[in-house]
């Protein structure tokens, strides 16, 4: 993709993965920590999440065809390094949220709380579940480490996510307008 209504794609992308990641990766941490949050968003969460993550290589490829059709710069550079460690943090969200979506999914087939699905998915479900559970749904400490560890990749991915931005905006924007407003009437 390299360009959408006439405007570069990276420059339109770029806000679907400013905004999906680090709303992701919020919702990773509240459906890690909240049991009651767990229950209604791990599984919108965990499409999220993948929907971020397919967008990533594809809003850095965007970026890649933009670069090679500016002026280079040193802070373009910058920006192009700092945007290839979006996937670095992208993944491990993803995974979390699959990780947190299909713990909840289990645990509510253990406990009876089966709304996840067709009554027929559900029994398929519950008959496999009695055979074996995989990532302990029902364990306290590994929800203790899933959550510690869905705050710290959430940590970083909303920090990298903010440092790529500003590297791109300072690439894009500086120096190129003024600090004065423009006397009315003129342009």
């Known amino acids: 993709m390299t360009t959408v209504n006439g405007l570069p794609a990276h420059i339109l992308l770029v806000h679907a993965i400013v905004v999906l990641l680090p709303l992701s990766a919020l919702l990773l941490v509240l459906s890690s920590v909240w049991p009651k ?7 919108p969460n965990a499409v999220l ?7 990533v290589p594809i809003t850095t490829n965007a970026g890649e065809w933009l670069e090679r059709r500016v002026p280079r710069t040193q802070l373009l550079r ?8 979006a996937l670095w943090v992208a993944i491990p969200v993803a995974v979390l949220a699959l990780v947190v979506w299909w713990r909840q999914r289990e645990n509510a087939l253990l406990t009876g709380k089966t709304d996840v699905g067709t009554a027929e998915d559900n029994a398929a479900v519950a008959t496999a579940v009695r055979r074996k559970t ?3 749904p029902a364990s306290t400490k590994v929800t203790t480490v899933i959550a510690v560890v869905a705050v710290l990749v959430a940590g970083a991915t909303v920090y990298d996510v903010y440092r790529i931005g500003d590297s791109g905006a300072q690439a ?3 120096g190129k307008f003024s600090e004065n407003a ?3 009437g003129t342009r």
């Open 182 to 184: 423009a006397p009315r």
């Open 37 to 43: 949050a767990r229950a209604r968003l791990a599984a």
């Open 78 to 85: 910058d920006h192009t390094e700092l945007g290839d460690t």
């Open 134 to 136: 995989y990532l302990a």
């Open 172 to 174: 894009s924007w500086q």
């Open 49 to 55: 999440a993948v929907i971020a993550l397919i967008l």
